[in-house]
């Protein structure tokens, strides 16, 4: 009995002092992990746009870099997360140029397959993307086989930094449809998804929206299921055409807002119309 006792204050001593060294370790290294992650950062910051120096600013709750070069505003840096395969999303900095294109696309941190969907952040792959702005949009951009979720996510990062800033600097167009003003008649229209394009079709008459139909899409099936089955139906319903996005397929439900105010775009009115810096 004696020895059972001595046994277990033994081991409880080497547990008490095993829990203090890895704590001890830990407030040793996590500072300077810190450190590396933003000395990382900031290198990534002159890559991702071509500038020497950089302020963060916070506009509307979003914060992101502005850059300058020999003291002339270039343009922003932008950090976003989107979802890929793996079970942490992919963290990026998006390089948006004063024109507001993209300028580069960076991988701070992913759980991607090594091998796999890290092909997505390859400077073959991510050089597609550059140059675009919201108006050209990402729905002609190829998917890489084998890593489809992978690039799609940097995709969607890409779009979602452009579309952070420009709601943040309030330069974004947004459409205001007033239905009242439709005409009766079918219109068919273009959003962006998180996939690619879809394709919808629009049926107006006495100023109500009477049906909503997906023609094509090409968003991932099971996942993107609730959005296609909500929205239209919600949008019916309450006879509105900003109606709430479905959680666990925002992208695929702003896609067809987006395609809805896009097939009645001619009815609508700019809610705000203000430059870039």
């Given at each position: ?11 409880g001593?080497?547990?008490a ?49 502005e850059?300058?070069?020999d ?58 993307l ?15 086989t ?95 055409v ?6 666990g397929a ?28």
């Amino acid at each position: 009995m004696k020895d059972m006792i001595k046994m277990i204050a033994v081991l409880g001593l080497i547990a008490a002092l095993s829990a203090g060294l890895l704590s001890a370790i830990n407030d040793f290294t996590a500072p300077i992990i810190e450190q590396n992650i933003e000395d990382r950062r900031l290198k990534l910051l002159g890559e991702v746009l071509d500038a020497d120096e950089f302020e963060e600013v916070t506009e509307n709750e979003v914060t992101f870099n502005e850059g300058y070069k020999d003291g002339d505003f270039v343009g922003y840096v932008v950090e976003v997360e989107a979802s890929g395969y793996g079970t942490d999303p992919i963290s990026m900095l998006v390089g948006i140029s004063d024109e507001f294109t993209i300028t580069g696309i960076a991988v701070l941190s992913h759980a991607e397959t090594p091998g796999l969907g890290d092909q997505a952040f390859e400077d073959e792959y991510v050089e597609k993307l550059e140059g675009r702005d919201l108006e050209d949009g990402f729905g002609d951009v190829d998917v890489i086989t084998g890593a489809t979720a992978s690039s799609r996510a940097v995709i969607t990062g890409a779009r979602n930094a452009l579309e952070d800033l420009a709601g943040a600097l309030g330069i974004t167009d947004e459409i205001v449809i007033d239905l009242a003003e439709v005409l009766d008649g079918v219109y068919e229209g273009t959003g962006q998804g998180y996939g690619g394009d879809i394709d919808v079709s629009v049926e107006v008459s006495g100023g109500q929206i009477v049906s909503l139909e997906i023609l094509n899409h090409t968003e991932t099936d099971g996942i993107s299921d609730p959005a296609f089955e909500q929205v239209p139906d919600n949008m019916v319903d309450e006879q509105e055409v900003d109606v709430d996005t479905v959680s666990g397929a925002t992208a695929t439900s702003e896609g067809i807002i987006e395609a809805v105010k896009d097939a009645l775009s001619e009815f609508g009115d700019s809610a705000q119309d203000v430059e870039a810096n």
